[in-house]
């Protein structure tokens, strides 16, 4: 029999020695090349994207379209028009099940992109981008939070009337012996909080984080690139969170920005889409190597690319919106393009809290400026800068 207490593995004969992952050995003579190319391409980016004054719209851009493409890899098609309504509250039709691990994917860069960079890659940050921790603040305020005061009645009804404070909370301490106590002779048995219809009763998803994260630890002293490939190749190995497959390269795009190469979440899953690498676990520590930083070329081309367009109908729109009056909206409208795939009437008249006449007035104002129109439809029409 085999059960977990406090964070530890243990079965009838005593602790059990956590599960390890061996790190691969590095030809660092022959890839130090390699690594060097990748890392000015990122930083060159990365300051591009700072001087260029789009961080967060592409950001926002990106963080749509990446979740999107998360879910495309996994075998699920997903409209980003969806997407963006849905995440506006503002849907159309009743939300899929494929929507919704899409906005799950969403919510979980944002979550890693709101946070200090170190966040994401530790315990608290792994159950809070499933979407199983708090989010607005670590465990220990959480904790802090969740405290109760000993003096509460309301805290401790069964003990209000006693004049010991203190009682409380050794009757607790004592309760929670006496149960750990019967687990342990096997009176009690521990409840199965998961469906073996739908979770794999053989995997510990506990032991594989503490060894994963683990491998982060162990790789902290590495090249950037280098230790955001060991650790994405763990997780495949690892097989951590089979029902969120695009949260492995969510996590290794939090690495480089947690080592200070990035200050945002690169579109790897757009990268590994468009690039020719598919790990079928043959592969050596080498060809793991370059077909990372192949995932990373292809990222950074289209991140780049996507830049290019911005930047282009930034520069038309504002032309457009330097002749505006002082208390017009559309510079804000230029804005929403800018940080939106898409934007439809309905969607620009609730964010810009507008009529949507008043949208198409603006849109109408923007002339040949206008991005391209999506839809071609009467009854449903969308932009979006392509």
Same mark, same amino acid.
């Given at each position: ?126 159950a809070a981008l499933r979407g199983i921790g708090p989010v607005k603040g670590d465990s220990e305020r959480f904790r802090k939070k969740a405290k109760r005061d000993p003096d509460d009645e ?88 089979? &029902?969120? $497959?695009? /949260? ?7 690495? %480089?920005?947690?080592?200070? @190469?990035?200050?945002? =979440? !690169? ?61 017009? &909206?559309? $510079?804000? /409208? ?7 795939? %898409?934007?439809?009437?309905? @969607?620009?008249?609730? =964010? !810009? ?34």
């Open positions: 029999m085999t059960f977990r207490i406090f964070g530890a593995d243990f079965d009838d004969e005593g602790p059990l020695a956590p599960r390890t992952y061996d790190l691969p050995e590095l030809p660092w003579e022959n890839i130090a090349g390699r690594l060097e190319s990748i890392t000015i391409a990122t930083l060159r980016f990365d300051a591009r994207l700072e001087a260029s004054g789009l961080a967060a719209g592409w950001q926002s851009r990106c963080d749509m379209t990446e979740a999107v493409r998360a879910l495309i890899l996994d075998g699920h098609l997903v409209d980003v028009g969806d997407l963006v309504l849905h995440d506006a509250s503002m849907d159309v039709r009743h939300p899929t099940h494929e929507l919704t691990r899409a906005a799950a994917a969403l919510r979980a860069r944002r979550t890693a992109m709101a946070r200090q960079a170190p966040w994401p890659v530790s315990i608290d940050g792994l309301e805290a401790y009804p069964l003990y209000a009337n006693d004049s010991d404070p203190w009682k409380a909370h050794f009757a607790e301490i004592d309760a929670l012996l006496e149960r750990t106590g019967k687990v342990l002779a096997g009176e009690i048995p521990l409840p199965n909080r998961r469906s073996h219809l739908v979770y794999d009763p053989d995997q510990d998803e506990s032991e594989s984080e503490d060894a994963w994260l683990d491998v982060v630890k162990r790789t902290s002293h590495w090249p950037a690139v280098a230790a955001a490939a060991v650790a994405w190749n763990a997780w495949l190995d690892l097989n951590l969170y089979a &029902r969120q $497959p695009w /949260l492995g390269l969510t996590m290794a795009a939090s690495i %480089l920005r947690a080592r200070g @190469l990035t200050n945002h =979440l !690169l579109p790897l899953a757009a990268g590994f889409k468009q690039s020719k690498f598919r790990p079928q676990g043959r592969e050596g520590a080498k060809e793991k190597l370059d077909g990372f930083c192949s995932v990373i070329d292809e990222a950074l081309t289209i991140a780049n690319k996507d830049l290019d367009r911005l930047i282009l109908a930034r520069e038309l729109m504002n032309r457009v919106a330097a002749k505006t009056r002082s208390n017009s &909206r559309l $510079p804000e /409208l230029v804005n929403l393009f800018l940080s939106r795939p %898409l934007v439809t009437v309905p @969607l620009g008249a609730k =964010l !810009l809290k507008v009529t949507p006449k008043a949208v198409d007035l603006m849109l109408a104002q923007l002339g040949g400026a206008l991005p391209r129109e999506l839809t071609g439809r009467t009854r449903y029409r969308a932009w979006g800068i392509v």
